[in-house]
């Protein structure tokens, strides 16, 4: 059962011809709403008047910049070689070169398959560690990735992938022990 007041009938006779649209503002509300409406404006009210100075700095901001005829954008190759120049590189070639080398390692004749294998990706911890966020990032991304024509990923995919797993999940957490190595 629904609340009395809940289906309450409007009568049209309440409400001026200026809520015909609107049927639902109280007639109080309507009258001030056509005060509002014819009532002239003073010299008080004008936005001139009432509109906080500007300074100088300000009013230079918001001025348009005229753009010099003779400026030429740069074109879509360019602007695409301009943007591959400014992208985020992977890790130094020295430091790549290191990670290939210690995944393409054969283990030590005197070492187990598990040790020797452990060892391998403790070193390559060790490796990673030296990268910062961003170039983990973008080798995280090569080994994602798994191109056939990418010497890492080819020598990272020697790896079982539990080991793989757990090396990527190392890359992904560079920006954690940035955190914890700045406290």
Excluded: W, Y
Aim: glycine fraction near 4%.
């Amino acid at each position: 059962m629904r609340h009395p007041q809940a289906l309450k009938v409007i009568n049209p006779e309440d409400f001026t011809h200026s809520q015909a649209a609107s049927p639902a503002v109280p007639t109080g509300m309507a009258r001030r709403r056509s005060q509002l409406v014819t009532a002239e404006l003073t010299e008080d009210d004008a936005f001139e008047e009432s509109r906080p100075e500007v300074d100088a700095v300000s009013a230079a901001i918001c001025e348009p910049v005229p753009i010099r005829r003779d400026a030429r954008l740069p074109s879509s190759s360019e602007a695409l070689e301009l943007a591959r120049a400014r992208l985020p590189q992977g890790p130094d070639p020295e430091l790549e070169a290191a990670i290939i080398e210690t995944l393409r390692r054969p283990i030590s004749p005197g070492q187990g398959h598990q040790l020797g294998n452990a060892a391998r990706e403790r070193e390559l911890c060790e490796l990673f560690a030296k990268l910062d966020v961003v170039q983990a990032h973008h080798l995280g991304r090569r080994l994602d990735q798994d191109r056939s024509d990418d010497v890492l990923a080819q020598a990272f995919r020697r790896l079982v992938i539990e080991r793989r797993q757990r090396l990527r999940a190392f890359l992904a957490d560079a920006r954690r022990r940035q955190v914890m190595a700045g406290r």
